[in-house]
């Protein structure tokens, strides 16, 4: 990782760029937005998102390399010092958040020109693109602040550009499932900054540094332990956390597929990050996490939605869906390393972000590629798929081998490693669990592959695979989901140095 | 049909000027008073949509026609970012006003005029669309 930022300072211009570096992430695509409206044609729009992405991919690798080598990044915005300035500050786990998202992103882009081509009207494609870049800024944003405020707000522009995204779906339900998540996340980011404003109240203080300092003096007070409840409550609403999950499924499941796509790989992946930075550095000093009993609520929850949802993700028909619940699940895996609360259980929870990131964005892509040939992701019309597209069916197969956490898929690793944080801290009974778990997987994967490889195809069934634009994108996730699963310890290392980060703030 | 009522029709053009004066008086005087770019914003966007209501959004559009106020949506955002990249190119880091111009008084007033002037804009251009799209014709797609 250190070899990109090494290769950053001998560009140009690197030594005036790069402390800019964590502002450029976000203003970036930021002001590449409104551009997409004044290019308005769809070919250039999507041409420039994609360098934008790149561009963003760059810059997210060479910080984290920096803060690998160097260690953490602060930026002041507008040359005002924090606390009384909007402060960016990166360290490892925001570091590792950033490339998450920008690998994606720059992923995702090449995958685009054809399946939105297909699924969204001309006249509509400059529209996605231009709610594509603001939903990247909008969660690069949450990302890369240190300001519990301007975090809200980077929220709402990523909130908002997915509502529209989802949206843009060809099914009519999309609008439906688009309000519904509308409704859903005002509430979850209006719980937030209710919380935050009692924060405020109690500390006039919005850095989140700053804020870690003077929690522990009021700690006891009525208004934090409420302040504490909204936050989570209301990034829970973000993340999905079960049983706040219920608009997750809708969402995904009627989104144009490349929203899926981008969305299902890192918006909760980024709302989860911000319960973390919330409630390990923000609150880090204080024991409410411990005392209130939430640590057990998360637990609870996180054991839940690992079994309800794949068991609910068991009986879908529509495929897009039954992957949405199956995220509801995976979910709940990143929750437990929340709730385990250790260096090493903090470490899965975050080395399944990425490894959950690679595994479903290679299965939404596959279903992306199956919608952009015969039209439809349900389980009905896919007889016969693993010999009529046998790449895209490769792929998802891979993402579902490892959705069960097969050996040598990344699948393996995030669990492995929850398993072993389970067992250091003597809950033998939820290693079991995650054992259980894997094989309701099992059965919803195989459902899937029993169709498609084992039902022959029905006559003049349409044959033939995706454009080479969306294949190439889908089996370089599908192989990054094997690589890392063989090479766990690139993952391991920078999750555990995130980890470390956040944890470092415990007393 | 509001087109006959001539009470209403003859006020509104006494008034509409007025409240154009008002939101550029709202929209300078921010930085000293009570007020800004948002407010500004909505203002001047208002004595648009009070000339829709009493003229016709057809009318209306002639005068702010889609295209344009697309441009103004994009124009106030690039406004505010640019002004941010400026003190970058200059020296200082993002929307640090005081390298816009010789000394940094000066910079804090030429930056808050621009990034307030910014948003102004956008949000303008942001309530006359959503009224023309609510309005019944599509005010993005022609």
């Given at each position: 990782m250190t070899a990109f930022y090494v290769l950053f300072l001998f560009l140009p211009n690197a030594a005036a760029i790069e402390p800019h570096l964590s502002a450029l992430q976000v203003v970036i695509p930021l002001l590449a937005a409104p551009i997409c409206v004044v290019l308005r044609d769809p070919k250039l729009s999507w041409l420039w998102a994609l360098i934008v992405s790149w561009v963003v991919f760059f810059i997210s690798l060479v910080i984290l390399g920096k803060v690998l080598a160097e260690g953490v990044i602060t930026y002041e915005l507008g040359g005002w010092p924090p606390p009384w300035g909007i402060e960016y500050r990166v360290d490892a786990a925001n570091a590792f958040v950033l490339v998450i998202v920008g690998l994606i992103g720059a992923i995702t882009l090449p995958y685009a020109r054809a399946s939105v081509a297909r699924e969204i009207p001309k006249a509509r494609i400059y529209l996605f693109y231009l709610m594509y870049l603001l939903c990247l800024t909008g969660l690069l944003g949450i990302t890369v602040t240190g300001d519990a405020f301007n975090l809200f707000v980077f929220l709402e522009i990523s909130s908002l550009s997915s509502y529209v995204m989802i949206a843009l779906g060809s099914d009519r339900r999309a609008l439906t499932a688009a309000f519904r998540y509308l409704i859903m996340g005002t509430l979850g980011a209006t719980f937030y900054i209710i919380g935050v404003g009692m924060m405020y109240m109690m500390t006039g203080s919005l850095n989140m540094a700053d804020l870690s300092t003077l929690l522990p003096a009021v700690e006891e007070t009525r208004t934090v332990l409420a302040a504490f409840a909204f936050i989570v409550v209301g990034l829970g609403l973000k993340m999905a956390i079960f049983p706040l999950h219920t608009w997750l499924p809708n969402a995904y499941a009627y989104a144009p597929s490349v929203a899926t796509v981008f969305l299902a790989s890192t918006a909760t992946k980024v709302a989860i990050y911000a319960l973390l930075r919330l409630v390990f550095t923000v609150f880090g000093g204080t024991t409410l996490f411990a005392v209130t009993g939430v640590q057990e609520v998360l637990i609870i929850l996180a054991l839940a939605a690992i079994f309800a949802a794949a068991f609910v993700a068991v009986f879908q028909n529509d495929i897009k869906r039954m992957l949405a619940y199956s995220s509801v699940s995976q979910i709940g895996y990143m929750v437990l390393g929340i709730g385990l609360a250790t260096t090493q259980g903090l470490t899965g929870g975050l080395v399944h972000l990425f490894n959950h990131a690679m595994m479903k964005g290679t299965a939404f892509m596959a279903m992306g590629a199956i919608f952009y040939v015969i039209g439809s992701v349900q389980l009905k019309d896919m007889a016969g798929l693993g010999r009529r597209m046998p790449i895209s069916m490769a792929a998802f197969l891979v993402a579902g081998l490892s959705l069960f956490g097969t050996?040598?898929?990344?699948g393996f690793i995030s669990k492995w490693q929850l398993a072993q944080a389970s067992l250091a801290l003597g809950w033998w009974y939820i290693a079991v669990g995650i054992l259980l778990a894997s094989l309701l997987a099992i059965a919803y994967v195989w459902r899937v592959v029993e169709v498609t490889y084992m039902e022959p195809p029905p006559e003049g069934a349409p044959k033939g695979e995706a454009p080479v634009s969306m294949l190439v994108p889908m089996l370089i996730m599908a192989a990054a989901t094997i690589w890392f699963g063989i090479d766990g310890d690139t993952t391991l290392s920078v999750a555990q140095a995130a980890a470390e980060a956040l944890m470092g703030d415990q007393p | 049909m509001m087109h006959q009522k001539v009470v209403l029709r003859v006020v509104s053009k006494l008034l509409i000027p007025p409240i154009l004066l008002f939101a550029l008086y709202v929209q300078w005087h921010g930085d000293f008073g009570p007020g800004g770019g948002f407010q500004a914003g909505v203002i001047f966007g208002s004595a648009f949509v009070l000339y829709a209501i009493l003229f016709g959004v057809g009318v209306a559009r002639r005068v702010a026609p889609p295209w344009l106020m697309r441009l103004c949506l994009v124009a106030g955002v690039l406004l505010y970012g640019g002004t941010g990249v400026a003190s970058l190119l200059l020296g200082?880091?993002?929307?640090?006003?005081?390298?816009?111009?010789?000394?940094p008084l000066h910079g804090q007033h030429l930056g808050i005029i621009l990034v307030e002037f910014g948003v102004g804009i956008t949000v303008a251009a942001a309530m006359i669309t959503i009224f023309n799209v609510f309005a019944g014709q599509s005010g993005d797609e022609e």
């Open positions: 050996p040598v898929t990344v | 200082g880091n993002y929307l640090d006003y005081n390298v816009l111009a010789h000394d």
